[in-house]
């Protein structure tokens, strides 16, 4: 139990395009979502936490207008990275929680976007 | 949310010894997790181990917690080939906070 998925896995898209990225947890419901980037060889780093029904929650420097977090169910969260450039291009991992006393989380296999 | 700092950065090993890495953090937790995350793939939950717990199993896995010092420490017993990858803590602090997750213990297991 507990999968997460992402599509798509990867993607390749032309500067100044909008691409948009999903993760669903499959077997359970998630109360809470998490959008992450990590660059080679480095940590995630945590960009939005984003609860169903509700506006997501920027971290600092993470611009909101341009990286649109959607949850509209418990099981759907959307990215989408708006007006994409060459800079943007990094492997973006979601994860989800069932919430309660324990926030263990479920990770999505990740999406390798790359901004030509 | 706080950030645990994984220690060593990079740890290489031969198929079948086992291997230890740590984890420091800095305030209070609820529990803490640590996670695999193989070359290019999202993270694997490994375990979880509250804070009234000191010691906890998982197959070839065996995490301690030491909140007086505000450590943890992860081994896995006979390595494989399969065990190479990166291993991140992360401290949880409780009431469905985020996660912040360190650069983590890149793990080489060699045959």
């Known amino acids: 139990g507990a999968v997460v998925s992402q599509h798509p896995s990867r993607v390749i898209c032309k500067s100044g395009t909008s691409v948009k990225i999903e993760c669903r947890s499959l077997d359970f419901q998630a109360t809470t979502m998490f959008w992450y980037r990590q660059f080679p060889k480095q940590s995630l780093m945590l960009m939005a936490t984003?609860?169903?029904?509700?506006?997501?929650?920027?971290e600092q420097g993470v611009e909101k207008d341009k990286f649109l977090i959607n949850h509209a169910s418990l099981t759907l969260s959307t990215l989408t990275v708006t007006s994409a450039h060459p800079e943007d291009s990094s492997f973006y991992i979601c994860?989800?929680?069932?919430?309660?006393?324990?926030?263990?989380?479920?990770f999505g296999p990740g999406t390798r976007l790359t901004v030509l | 949310s706080q950030q645990g700092e994984e220690d060593p950065q990079a740890l290489s090993i031969q198929e079948g010894e086992n291997a230890t890495m740590n984890c420091s953090y800095k305030?209070?937790?609820?529990?803490l997790q640590w996670y695999r995350q193989n070359s290019g793939r999202g993270l694997v939950h490994l375990i979880l181990i509250r804070s009234n717990e000191r010691e906890k199993h998982s197959g070839r896995l065996r995490v301690t917690l030491d909140t007086s010092k505000k450590s943890s420490s992860l081994l896995i017993t006979a390595s494989r080939a399969a065990d190479t990858a990166s291993y991140f803590c992360a401290p949880d602090t409780g009431g469905g906070n985020k996660l912040t997750f360190g650069t983590g213990t890149q793990l080489k297991v060699e045959l």
């Open positions: 994860s989800a929680s069932r919430g309660g006393a324990y926030n263990e989380q479920f």
């Open positions: 305030t209070s937790i609820n529990n």
């Open positions: 984003s609860n169903e029904g509700s506006k997501a929650t920027y």
